[in-house]
Structures are given as C-alpha cells and as structure tokens.
C-alpha cells in the first residue's frame, strides 16, 4: 500500500491529459533515462537536484516525481519540494513499475527542443478549426503542458519556424501532418505512442470531422458544427483555441469513460400520497 506521499500506476493514469493533472517531472538519473528513453505523457525531464529553478506549478496541480525505482531519489526530491511548500508524490515503484504496467510511455527523443522559458514552441496556420485545434490540445495534455502555439498566415509557417525555432504541423511538406487519409492528430498519437482505446476513438472522431467523412461517426457533425461556431465566436485564435480546449476535454472523458452511456427524458410523474 502506497504512502500519503505516494500515487501509485493506476492512480496516475486516470489523471494522465485531463486539464488538472498534476505536473510530472521526471528526475531519472541521466544513464536510467537513456536506457529508456521514453516519459509518462505530459512529464518534463529534469536534472536539477532541487526545487531551485524548477519549472513553475500551477498553483492547485501539485507534483509527480518520477525516478528509476520509487525510491530515494525521488522521495528525497518530494521531501523538499514539501519542505518549500508546493505539494509533491512520488510515483510508487517509479518508471520501472510505468513500464510494467504497460502505461501509455511517450518518445522523449520526438519533443522538440524548449526555449529559454521551458516551453516547446509549435507553429501552423491561422484560423484553425479541427485539426490545428485536436493537435495542440494533445500536446498540452499529453506532451508538454507548457507548450506555446503560433498562429501565422499559411505562406509564412516555414519561415516562422525557422526563425523562431518553433515546429511546425498541420501544413504540407513537414512532419507534423497529414498522412494518406489520416490527419496530423492520427500522426501525432501514432509517433509519439500515445494510442490506446479512448484516443484513437476520439482520433476517428477528429479525422471524420476535418475530412469530411461526418458519416463515418455520428460526433463528427457535432464537433464540426461546434468548431465553425467557435471559429465565428472568436476573432483571437488563442482566445479560440482556450475555448476548444473544453470541448476536446469533454469529448475525451467521453471516448475513456462514458461511451456506452446514454441519456433520455423519462417523464417521473409526482408522487402520489394516500
């Protein structure tokens, strides 16, 4: 049984890219982490041996701290992160037990490199609707929580990645796209190793919506209905991608947790008292 400062695999994997999981920072030593190069989804690789110059935490998140094993190394780094006042867990039986369990683990080697700031910096075209919405809600919740998006005119994504090192998607020509009759969200779970039940069912949803195929699965019409609304709501593409965030959350918790749920009006008649 795991301690008050301990949260075990499944625990963890509940809260994996929903919007107030906790930050994950995995402070493996370097040779543990190049003999597996992979992360939990959403953590950040970090080699600081305490809490100074530490990324910031959201306040209310609270932290994972993920080592080899579970053991001192991490539940040392927790000690003092307590001790500093932000609340920390360590991951019981640490990357190793991720492993074991066969938890969704992402190729480290596939993030692109973070600024000054610690964020990774992506970049594609303007006015997004599905797509360019789906993908950047992956990063966030999956990748880098920190990540900043670019939203430039279509003639200008290549130049603007260059010159600001960011990576581009969801433009021909790169790696971050379309690929065949699949989109850049169908590529960015397939390289990163992010697939399981409820994302490739929520990928087939976003695929059928931005190539119009809304007769493939019934949610496409809606979420395609709901993303041009959104589009004429917002003049501000991160004012607009804030607001499709919800959306993409919603539809996630449905694809993991609610598929086989339905709804309906019965009409409950009063009470009826002698």
């Known amino acids: 049984m795991p301690s008050n400062t301990e949260i075990t695999v499944s625990q963890l994997v509940k809260l994996v890219g929903l919007p107030n999981a906790p930050a994950v920072f ?14 939990v989804p959403g953590a950040m690789r970090c080699l600081e041996r305490g809490p ?18 579970g053991g001192a190394l991490s539940q040392g780094l927790g000690a003092m992160l307590r001790q500093s006042g932000t609340g ?3 991951l019981e039986g640490g990357f190793d037990a991720w492993r074991a369990a066969r938890a969704p683990a992402v190729k480290a080697a596939l993030i692109p490199e973070r600024n000054e700031r610690g964020r990774t910096v992506w970049v594609t075209r303007a006015r997004p609707k599905i797509d360019r919405i789906a993908c950047p809600w992956l990063i966030r919740r999956f990748i880098d ?7 430039v005119s279509a003639g200008e994504v290549n130049t603007v990645a260059e010159r600001f090192k960011a990576t581009p998607f969801d433009i021909d020509g ?16 397939e390289e990163f190793g992010l697939r399981n039940e409820a994302l490739d069912r929520l ?3 976003v695929r059928a919506a931005d190539t119009d195929r809304l007769e493939t699965m019934p949610q496409a019409a809606g979420l395609l209905a709901v993303s041009l609304g959104l589009s004429r709501m917002y003049k501000d593409d991160l004012e607009q991608l804030e607001a499709g ?3 993409y959350d919603a539809l996630y918790r449905w694809s993991r947790d609610a598929v086989n749920e339905t709804h309906d009006w019965p009409a409950h008649s009063p009470m009826r008292t002698q």
């Open 26 to 39: 995995d402070v493996r030593e370097e040779a543990d982490f190049n003999a597996d190069p992979y992360l």
């Open 52 to 69: 100074t110059g530490w990324p910031a935490v959201t306040p209310g998140r609270g932290v994972v701290l993920v080592c080899r094993d």
């Open 88 to 90: 920390s867990e360590t």
């Open 145 to 151: 929580p920190l990540a900043e998006f670019l939203f």
């Open 174 to 189: 790169v790696f971050w796209t379309h690929r065949a009759e699949r989109c850049s969200f169908d590529t960015m779970i």
């Open 203 to 205: 990928a087939a949803i």
């Open 245 to 247: 965030f919800v959306l």
